[in-house]
């Protein structure tokens, strides 16, 4: 019998994390697309990208920020390119859909729900920031609102349906599923779905064994066999939950973007490192990391040869 495939998607450096917190978080775009390469070599079939300020690390959403890691990927992997539209919470829905738009991927990660977004508690890990933005940037996360409305979602699928990209539909608690089950329902977005339920994020839900059954009872009883299942934990919570929705036919996801750490008070040297680690897990269990070319299977993507880039 064929070993079911795995997709390991690696998400590289995000908005959440910034550059104080570790030597090894990519900030400039040589680092983004050496890490991705990294990633990818290691077996990502999938690397989801943000872009960041190379002075001071700060999110970027510029489509211009994104253009020389994008070449430098396309030209030297197969691997498939998810690019965020989530940006940085602060960010409006127009801002967040231009890079995506721009550079025509054939993923592009989609928030699913507003939600509160709290950073703030790494001000109790982290005392000292190389810049001033970054503990600010923290605080203001006691009353912020990720605000993804039925408004700014339609926008962002309207608009990036034209680029024929499909879809990371990210959902960080139960409310999330159903507002993509309304949108099926409309008719706004076409199976097979591709759902990242998101634990241990504060404002989401939890990463208790529990909080992922019933994330996943609940995508089976709202989509049946119209969606492919991948996780994300937060921090520490990463591979204890990867290697539980592994063993329960789901896909995962690893990264810097997501955690900083690849064990206990250890970082994380790269990206590729929580790859292999995670691949280690995958093939513990009997299973196998998919290709990129097998991913582009079974989340029916277009192709890498009609991306913008």
Known sequence: MAKRKVIISCAITGSIHTPSMSPYLPVTAEEIAASALGAAEAGAAIVHLHARNPNDGRPDQS????????????????VVVNLT?????????????????????????????????????????????KHDWEPKALEASRDLVFRNSFKDIRFALETLDATGARYEF?????????????????????PPLFIQTVFGLLGGIGAHPEDVMHM????????????????????????????????????????????????????????????TQVRR?????????????????ILALKGGDRVGF
């Open 281 to 297: 897990i995958i093939e513990g269990l009997g299973l196998d990391a998919a290709t990129p070319d097998e991913a582009r299977e």
């Open 63 to 78: 489509p211009e920020a994104f253009e020389p890691f994008l070449k430098v990927i396309k030209q030297s992997s197969s």
């Open 216 to 275: 996943k009872r609940t995508a089976d009883r709202l989509f049946g066999d119209l969606y492919r299942w991948s996780v994300l934990g937060a921090g520490r919570n990463q591979m204890p939950i990867a290697a539980m929705a592994a063993a329960m036919g789901g896909n995962v996801r690893v990264g810097l973007e997501d955690s900083l750490w690849i064990g206990a008070g250890e970082l994380a040297p790269s990206n590729a490192s929580q790859v």
């Open 170 to 190: 990210e959902c960080y608690d139960t409310s999330h599923l159903y507002n993509l089950h309304h949108f099926l329902s409309e008719g706004l977005v076409k």
């Open 85 to 129: 539209t989530g940006g940085a919470p602060g960010m409006t829905i127009e801002e967040r859909v231009r890079p995506a738009e721009r550079w025509r991927p054939e993923v592009a990660s989609l928030n699913m729900g507003s939600m509160n977004f709290g950073l703030y508690p790494m001000l109790k890990r982290y005392k000292t920031f």
